[in-house]
């Protein structure tokens, strides 16, 4: 397989003697050294504080982003995919102690305030789950 026809490129050519990122940038711009430009960069606070409604019930700040079906929010944040509550407490208290999960306190798995949020065991946010799904 030759390289890609670009001089400064030495990735294999696929299409047209260029390698697939020159020939999507000849697709898209008509130029293979045209300069695609990123998606801008937003700080985390700004990623995750847009996406937020801090006008819930009982005080929750709903999360308004991606929701999974199991009722979490998901959020692309400090150069990853984090669920939307651990990266708002991260944001707004700190790093969440090793070895500990955040139980929502609230029972509202897309609430991301920070005061609705407690670092506890696994064992201890199971039985709390427990504990509450029993009360119902």
């Known amino acids: 397989m030759s390289a890609c026809s670009v001089t400064t490129c030495d990735k294999p050519a696929v299409k047209r003697g260029w390698c ?4 999507s940038r000849w697709r898209k711009k008509g130029d293979v050294q045209a300069h695609i430009p990123l998606r801008p ?5 700004a990623q995750i504080m847009s996406k ?3 006008n819930g019930p009982g005080g929750c700040w709903l999360w308004k982003g991606h929701v999974l079906p199991t009722g979490y929010g998901t959020v692309n944040a400090f150069g990853t995919v984090l669920l939307a509550h651990r990266a ?3 944001l707004l208290v700190g790093p969440i102690p090793d070895g500990l999960t955040l139980d929502h ?4 798995t897309h609430c991301v305030n920070p005061d609705h949020l407690e670092p506890v065991t696994r064992r201890e946010n199971i039985r709390r789950r427990d504990t509450h799904r029993s009360q119902k």
Request: proline share 5%; with cysteine.
């Open 52 to 54: 937020v409604d801090k």
């Open 105 to 108: 306190l609230c029972r509202v």
């Open 20 to 23: 697939s990122a020159h020939y």
């Open 41 to 45: 960069f937003l700080d985390p606070h």
């Open 88 to 90: 708002a407490y991260r």
